[in-house]
């Protein structure tokens, strides 16, 4: 009888308990056990564990967060807690290791597959940025919350003739604001593939209003950057364990300098942590179940070392280290369909 161990790690996300839930469901029918390792890898560090049964993943389906917790520990910053992660695989006798998670999570879930531990990975973003995956769960659900944003403010931009710039996650691809954008129809998306240029940004504007528009929605990523810039905006220098800083301002940066050099009323939404809060979307629900069943059955064929991928309408294994190999940054033909609409 197989021992399975689950983790969620990195940043919360819907979608996660479906995942969940579906690879309790199909391990049951194998007979086999599954543990749910707490808070992510450092669940695995600490040997804090919790028995997954029918009855512990009944419900959780359409409920966001995870319900195992999740943290963005690193446990290759030090020798001894790659140590304690071993030493505690062999005490509570885990055969192999579901890993849930994004860059970092997959990350060490790779790292772990090359010193031997039996690792199937399952992508987990609303950034969309993994390689190998046509999709991340947890995308759709946030593109859905930001353009239901996008569509709400566009009614009080228009009734006070206002510029709202709206600052979204993505920290290296603008996936949300890009999709969100072209959905929500804003008339302006920056993205951290393609800096900007703040004097084209108003001019654009300006021309919106000189045809009668009187107010404009701006969607801007929060990696993004002006052109002549050469670092990205932080909130604090302080950094996770993984070397990420904390991003976030340059939405308030960007409408002071359209309110300045516009002389129009400019005001600024930071979307934050709603993007990846409560409940998943119906596609977000199937794809993550869909993803969880074939982890399983990876580790049925003893096929470690992958990760489950979305690829046109089929689920098929990549390697993890090709998944991990480098982002998975938006598509220029993409984009220049919402340039399309930028001045208009």
């Known amino acids: 009888m197989k021992k399975i161990g689950i983790l969620t790690g990195g940043g919360d996300c819907p979608g996660l308990n479906a995942a969940i839930r579906a690879i309790v469901r199909k391990a049951l029918r194998n007979k086999?056990?599954?543990?749910g390792i707490k808070n992510g890898w450092k669940g695995l560090i600490e040997g804090d564990m919790i028995p997954l049964t029918d009855h512990d993943v009944s419900g959780i389906l359409p409920k966001g967060?995870?319900?195992l917790g999740t943290s963005r520990t690193n446990p290759f910053k030090n020798e001894e807690d790659v140590g304690k992660l071993i030493k505690n695989i062999k005490k509570f006798g885990i055969d192999?290791?579901?890993a849930i998670g994004g860059e970092d999570t997959l990350g060490v879930a790779l790292k772990l597959h090359k010193m031997g531990i039996p690792v199937v990975g399952l992508p987990k973003t609303i950034d969309n940025d993994l390689s190998g995956t046509d999709f991340t769960f947890g995308f759709d659900t946030a593109v859905s919350i930001v353009t239901e944003a996008i569509d709400r403010?566009?009614?009080?931009a228009e009734?006070?003739?206002r510029v709202i710039v709206v600052e979204v996650m993505g920290r290296h691809a603008g996936w949300i604001a890009t999709m969100a954008g072209i959905a929500g129809g804003?008339?302006?998306i920056l993205i951290p593939e393609k800096p900007f240029d703040i004097d084209e940004v108003c001019n654009n504007i300006k021309a919106r209003y000189k045809i009668g528009k009187t107010f404009s929605i701006v969607v801007v990523s929060e990696g993004a950057k002006p052109r002549d810039w050469d670092k990205i905006v932080t909130q604090t220098k302080e950094v996770d364990e993984f070397g990420h800083v904390r991003l976030g301002g340059i939405g308030h940066l960007l409408g002071e300098e359209i309110k300045n050099r516009l002389g129009v009323d400019t005001r600024v939404t930071v979307l934050g942590h709603v993007q990846r809060g409560g409940t998943p979307t119906a596609y977000d629900r199937v794809l993550a179940t869909r993803f969880g069943i074939a982890a399983i059955e990876l580790i049925e064929k003893?096929?470690?070392?992958?990760?489950?991928a979305l690829q046109g309408n089929k689920i098929v294994p990549v390697d993890l280290e090709h998944a991990v190999s480098k982002l998975k940054t938006v598509d220029m033909d993409l984009y220049k369909i919402a340039e399309t609409f930028f001045g208009r």
């Open 32 to 35: 086999w056990v599954t543990i």
């Open 159 to 161: 009734s006070h003739q």
């Open 302 to 308: 003893n096929e470690h070392g992958k990760m489950v």
């Open 153 to 156: 403010l566009h009614t009080t």
């Open 65 to 67: 967060g995870t319900i």
């Open 96 to 98: 192999a290791i579901v």
């Open 186 to 188: 804003a008339d302006e």
